[in-house]
């Protein structure tokens, strides 16, 4: 009873909870793989991953929404984040909530990323009452916006990214959406 309490919702296979500080050596060792951080500037070092997860806490305390920490259920195994944060650098679709994931290469290819982003979604929606989310992804980043496509989202712009401008590989950038309207429970 106490494991199924933990979590702030679950879908079929995940648990979505709050960060604690037993996370930050597993989202370390996530932050550390090249693959997963390939479409990344730079990889997080371990005080900027620590950094992170205070400001998640910090941000579900506030808005009741972060990036998310999921765990795989069956396994009650770490898995990455998915989840909903404030972005709010200069862009002419800012400020916004933009839903994203990352997830352990392990469990790629399996639609832990789809099934968990739709559950976010969902709360979202039905508990927040938020109105529209977006989600933000450098153009060659295709295996996210696969993901943006199957979770019913739609391209609403291309746009250089302010944080990314100084990085030629990554700095264009797509911006999906989805509005409460279009949500089917």
């Known amino acids: 009873m106490k494991n199924s309490s933990k979590y702030l919702f679950k ?52 808005k009741g929404f972060c990036y998310f920490a999921v765990d795989e ?26 839903i994203g994931w990352r997830i352990k290469k392990e469990f790629w290819n399996k639609g832990y990323a789809t099934e968990g982003a739709k559950k976010c979604i969902e709360y979202a929606f039905n508990q927040l009452k938020l109105e529209k989310l977006c989600s933000i992804a450098p153009i060659i980043n295709q295996k996210s916006i696969a993901i943006m496509t199957k979770i019913g989202m739609k391209m609403q712009l291309e746009f250089e990214h302010p944080l990314l401008k100084n990085d030629s590989r990554l700095k264009s950038c797509v911006v999906y959406s989805i509005e409460n309207d279009t949500l089917t429970t």
């Not at 259920?73 to 933009?98: H, M, R, W």
Request: hydrophobic share 35%; net charge negative; glycine share 4%.
């Open 11 to 62: 879908s079929e296979r995940l648990g979505f909870r709050n960060w604690n500080s037993s996370d930050i050596e597993k989202l370390h060792e996530l932050n550390s793989d090249k693959e997963v951080m390939e479409f990344f500037p730079s990889i997080p070092s371990k005080s900027q991953t620590s950094e992170f997860v205070v400001r998640m806490i910090k941000q579900f305390e506030a």
């Open 73 to 98: 259920l069956v396994e009650n195994k770490f898995i990455g984040f998915i989840g909903l944060s404030e972005q709010t650098y200069e862009a002419e679709f800012t400020p916004c909530i933009d």
